[in-house]
């Protein structure tokens, strides 16, 4: 994102001080936008799970019948999985010895009490993340490059090596396979930040 905007920057014909104002401003604006927008984001999963688990909660303290008859969910729960109806008895009954209510969140929402997420590690991590990759291209237009061809060079060397290893990345960890995962997240980098640089091009044209 730094790139195409520091790439629209060059479109508009500015040199190395306005690109760095601009990626800075980029990397500020961005990495606090993803901070905050990871945060409400986490923050409202976090209030829908916690008002399943209070729910949960709920239906155990209404009395014998009600934990009986959650209890009864939990056994048909195993046998959907396929257990027979003596083993489901038997492994919710062994399982609801420790903390019940945590057994039913976690067999019946798929819900961990202890890795429920948090909304503040979330937005840092995306802060950070964001500052990080930002801050590549930044680094790229601070060099003391003689021409400035030779920092538009660099600066868009730079920024299809980060894509192509994005698109390994996410190939390897999605398990598909390298080729087409790269060539597609090469072609919409190059196509932002050819669209970008032609928007500053028509507007420093204009002004």
């Known amino acids: 994102i730094n790139a195409e905007y520091m790439g629209a920057v060059v479109g508009a014909g500015s040199e190395r001080h306005a690109m760095l104002v601009a990626g800075i401003g980029a990397v500020v604006a961005g990495a606090l936008s993803m901070a905050s927008g990871e945060y409400v984001s986490v923050s409202t999963q976090r209030d829908a799970e916690e008002a399943d688990v209070q729910l949960e909660r709920d239906e155990h303290n209404k009395g014998m019948l009600a934990v009986e008859k959650e209890r009864v969910e939990l056994i048909r729960h195993f046998m959907g999985k396929g257990l027979s109806t003596r083993l ?70 730079l920024t299809l090596i980060c894509l192509a290893a994005v698109g390994v990345l996410s190939a390897y960890l999605g398990g598909a396979k390298p080729l087409p995962a790269t060539v597609r997240v090469l072609c919409g980098g190059i196509f932002a930040m050819g669209l970008s640089f032609l928007v500053g091009y028509l507007f420093g044209q204009s002004v």
């Open 88 to 157: 489901a008895i038997q492994v919710a009954d062994e399982l609801s010895k420790g903390d019940v209510v945590a057994v039913h969140i976690r067999e019946e929402l798929g819900l961990d009490l202890s890795e429920m997420s948090n909304p503040f590690v979330a937005a840092i991590l995306s802060l950070l993340a964001f500052t990080v990759g930002g801050a590549l291209p930044l680094i790229v237009v601070a060099l003391p490059f003689e021409e400035s061809s030779k920092r538009i060079i660099a600066l868009l060397s």
